[in-house]
């Protein structure tokens, strides 16, 4: 079943507004990673939480996780219409052992950043 | 900073033709993920290799093989394509347990587009 699941699906906001989106996921994870993919593109690595962790940031980018909830959030402040983008969550589950390697990804929220 | 290379970009080929992706890790990376991510759909795991080796296995066809050479690049081999194989194709590299640290990021290439008619 899909571990990952993303809220809102589609996001429209104005340039310098600030962007919130979610990610909730079902097992217990050793880290947690957010990817932005422009139309058909490649995935770009944004950052990544481990388990252990609640807080991230980098530059514009703000990530939190709540391994009690299983969610997590990425806030984007400030945004700009290069913004515009999917954005997708990916959790490397915890597996026997250790971890199992492979992500597994959310549906993605498709940002939309009006200038 | 040097990063993942897939080729090749673009690729159309026929119902039940074969079809071979490479991919080329960073440097240094031992791990090597492939995905597929078919029109608007998230990416799914298909195979990993670690050191050479077959690491873990998600839905891959039994169509497709794949495997990881001595110089750590990769290849996935897609043979009797079907229409429903058209998509992304992503290989992902990681520096896994060799670096010290688990559980480190998944770095991907841009892709192949797969077309088949």
């Known amino acids: 079943s899909q571990q990952g699941e993303e809220d809102p699906q589609a996001l429209s906001i104005q340039e310098g507004e600030n962007a919130t989106m979610n990610c909730s996921y079902k097992t217990s994870i050793n880290n947690l990673q957010w990817y932005r993919q422009n139309s058909g593109r490649g995935l770009v690595h944004l950052i990544l939480i481990r388990s252990n962790e609640r807080e991230k940031h980098s530059g514009r980018l703000r990530v939190t996780l709540d391994t009690s909830k299983k969610s997590s959030s990425l806030l984007i402040t400030a945004s700009r219409a290069a913004d515009t983008a999917s954005y997708f969550c990916?959790?490397?589950?915890?597996?026997?052992?250790?971890?199992?390697?492979?992500?597994?990804f959310g549906k993605g929220t498709k940002l939309s950043v009006k200038p | 900073a040097a990063g993942v290379i897939q080729s090749p970009r673009h690729l159309i080929k026929e119902k039940r033709e074969t079809a071979t992706l490479k991919c080329y890790p960073i440097?240094?990376?031992?791990?090597v993920y492939w995905y597929q991510q078919g029109p608007g759909q998230d990416p799914q795991f298909l195979i990993s290799f670690y050191e050479k080796m077959q690491s873990d296995k998600g839905s891959i066809p039994d169509r497709f093989s794949a495997q990881q050479f001595s110089d750590y690049h990769s290849e996935l081999n897609m043979s009797s394509l079907e229409l429903g194989d058209s998509a992304l194709y992503f290989c992902a590299s990681q520096v896994g347990i060799t670096s010290g640290q688990l559980y480190n990021e998944q770095f991907f290439g841009p892709g192949t587009r797969l077309t088949v008619l």
């Open positions: 440097p240094r990376h031992d791990t």
């Open positions: 990916a959790t490397d589950v915890a597996g026997y052992g250790g971890s199992q390697g492979n992500l597994i």
